[in-house]
């Protein structure tokens, strides 16, 4: 991995929070959460609420990669969401390097998860008429990072997940390992503290899964990394599995 | 950092989308090209519009005319018009004798059959006035004037001048030149006993009347008409006298002579203008709708392409991508094409012009119909500049109602 690369401004996008100590890196405390409840960000209309977490508690270090297990509806992406600031639970605390994400406004939430939390989705969202490097460096424009340090940044982190000949090309010319190879750089070309991931292989074979999956391993090292997912192979990669069930822990392992 | 940042990003969402305007050839092209009709229709309007103005108030300039007097709304255009003025060659007099009036002399207008041999005659429209001016601009040959006294008097009941100009197109479908003689009469029969000289080429009343007309001293015209002994005009013009005023003596006919219609020149364009709304109001209906076209193609599209884009922008939004950042990105297509569709507007404004500037002079008779005045083309810009904040306002709203949380599948 040639993180070094991205490693070198990481004060310019750290917030003074990151100077706190922290034992964990996300630390999710008695989480409780009712989508159309007035706390949630999401309303699921008409007056009834669907409880998606119950009591949740999770700690992540950093260096460590936690995964998500449990079927659908058990409140995986629920989690996710609430780590990365998109939502508010009803109730608890969710802490990022020492930051209650609750007592913040919305642009302090959004200006956070843009500093310290990357994202990577299960279908990828790469803009289709971006090239791979373009898409790398999108979530720098939004940080005012200047073009040739944009272009730089984006370059070293496709190189470091093995796509330095692909910098050019669009989406569509990619396969879908390497559209989620170019997904797991942009998630990290702001060099977060924090990695979400929703089902990162859920839409590719086994074996370019794997790759892509040792790729999340090597980005976690120095890292919170947090993978929902379904899959066994996937899971196989994390430090601890939570595993859950209508909305609480079922078990820890 | 603030305003560097700020420009930084500026510059990033001006690059991002142009490299969208060029990954989507095909839906660049076509609102380019909505934008680029919409301003021509425009600017090539609005250079029609200010031609026929100009050339309209330089018409009457030329003839030197202050003040039009008929009997009702008059159609130039239309060739056999009443001649409704009796007595015109003493009406003519009396209005001259004024103090506030230096001269005044009828015109009217015939429908008449010219022809070199009587067997083969053309008809066109015939103008009958007592002299003719600068404006003229002879192609060949020159004009007439009727000496003051004879135009003062009563027409004659034979032609006695006996002299004609006429346009370049009859002049060429007769085979004629200045000097030639042809027959002239507003029935075949009567054409068959007059002969008149050409004594010059000029396109002069064609312009007004959209379609090659012939000029001829008004006793001679009366005369071939048979109206000399009632003295018909279709118009009495008046030169005001110039230490009078324009308005005020056209008031003062107005009171004196109540049967009569008195106008100043730009009353005449005016109702011109107004004879001709329908017209008008079809050419402005028509760039409205070009207009109307051009923004709705150009903002529907880049609000289907903030659709179809919705759950990336939704994941960009969840990343920590800003709304405003999302909706410049899609919004900035929309104001490049407009920008860009309005500069190639513009630019396509004068072949336009000038192919339209050539039609309407073989087909009309209308030299330089179309004038482009800075005028014209600042408006096709300002159009282009609304076209493009329009269609960026519209598509950025949709791209940043689409960059919301909602939009991504959980």
Excluded: C
């Excluded at chain 1, 120095?222 to 430090?239: C, G, K, N, Q, W």
């Excluded at chain 2, 709304?323 to 094409?337: D, E, P, Y």
């Amino acid at each position: 991995m040639s993180n070094q690369s991205v490693r070198g401004s990481r004060s310019s996008v750290r917030d003074r929070a990151d100077d706190r100590e922290s034992a964990s890196a996300v630390r999710l405390a008695d989480v409780r959460h009712e989508y159309g409840s007035t706390g949630g960000r999401f309303r699921s209309g008409g007056d009834r609420t669907v409880t998606a977490l119950r009591g949740v508690s999770v700690d992540v270090p950093r260096g460590t990669i936690v995964g998500l297990e449990g079927p659908s509806g058990s409140g995986k992406s629920t989690i996710l969401h609430a780590v990365a600031g998109l939502l508010v639970p009803t109730e608890g605390r969710v802490e990022v390097d020492g930051t209650d994400l609750t007592a913040l406004s919305d642009a302090e939430r959004t200006r956070l998860r843009r500093r310290h939390i990357g994202i990577v989705f299960q279908r990828f969202y790469l803009l289709p008429s971006l090239s791979a490097r373009a898409n790398v460096a999108l979530p720098l424009v939004q940080a005012g990072v200047p073009r040739a340090d944009r272009r730089d940044r984006a370059e070293s982190l496709l190189e470091a997940v093995g796509l330095g000949d692909r910098a050019t090309h669009l989406p569509g010319e990619l396969s879908g390992g390497e559209r989620q190879r170019v997904a797991i750089a942009r998630a990290l070309s702001t060099d977060p503290d924090v990695i979400v991931a929703d089902e990162p292989t859920g839409e590719l074979d086994t074996a370019t899964g794997r790759r892509v999956l040792e790729l999340l391993t090597d980005v976690g090292r120095d890292r919170a990394v947090i993978v929902a997912s379904h899959d066994e192979a996937t899971l196989s990669v994390a430090d601890r599995i939570v595993a859950l069930r209508d909305g609480r822990v079922d078990d820890v392992r | 950092m603030s305003v560097r940042g700020a420009i930084v990003r500026l510059r990033a969402v001006a690059g991002l989308a142009l490299a969208q305007l060029r990954r989507a050839p095909g839906r660049t092209t076509l609102t380019v090209l909505a934008v680029t009709l919409a301003v021509l229709s425009v600017t090539v309007l609005g250079s029609l519009g200010v031609g026929v103005v100009d050339k309209g108030e330089r018409g009457l300039d030329n003839a030197g005319q202050d003040i039009w007097i008929s009997r009702e709304p008059v159609d130039p255009s239309a060739g056999g018009t009443a001649n409704p003025i009796s007595g015109a060659h003493a009406r003519s007099a009396e209005l001259s004798a004024r103090d506030d009036v230096d001269a005044a002399s009828p015109i009217a207008m015939y429908d008449v059959y010219v022809g070199t041999e009587p067997a083969d005659l053309q008809r066109h429209p015939a103008v009958g006035v007592q002299e003719t001016h600068d404006g003229f601009d002879f192609e060949a040959g020159d004009g007439f004037e009727v000496d003051p006294e004879t135009a003062a008097t009563p027409p004659p009941d034979d032609p006695q001048r006996e002299e004609i100009v006429i346009d370049p197109r009859v002049a060429d479908d007769l085979g004629v030149s200045v000097g030639d003689t042809i027959h002239v009469g507003t029935s075949r029969e009567t054409a068959a006993t007059h002969e008149f000289t050409v004594i010059g080429i000029s396109g002069y009343y064609s312009q007004y009347l959209g379609s090659p007309a012939v000029t001829v001293p008004l006793g001679d015209l009366q005369a071939v008409a048979g109206t000399e002994g009632t003295d018909r005009a279709t118009f009495i013009t008046a030169d005001v006298a110039d230490d009078a005023d324009r308005e005020t003596v056209a008031a003062d006919l107005d009171a004196a002579y109540p049967e009569y219609d008195v106008r100043t020149s730009d009353d005449q364009i005016q109702s011109v203008l107004e004879e001709r709304s329908i017209v008008l109001a079809s050419g402005i209906t028509l760039v409205g709708l070009a207009v109307l076209g051009g923004v709705v193609l150009t903002a529907n599209l880049f609000a289907l392409v903030a659709h179809q884009q919705r759950e990336q922008l939704a994941a960009l939004r969840a990343i920590g991508l800003s709304r405003g950042l999302l909706a410049g990105v899609i919004g900035t297509q929309g104001l490049l094409i407009g920008l860009f569709g309005g500069l190639l507007g513009l630019a396509a404004t004068p072949p336009a012009v000038i192919g339209l500037n050539r039609l309407s002079a073989s087909v009309l008779g209308f030299e330089d119909l179309l004038r482009t005045p800075p005028a014209v083309y600042a408006g096709g810009f300002t159009l282009a500049l609304a076209v493009g904040t329009v269609v960026a306002l519209v598509a950025g709203w949709r791209a940043g109602r689409y960059a919301r949380i909602e939009h991504l599948e959980a």
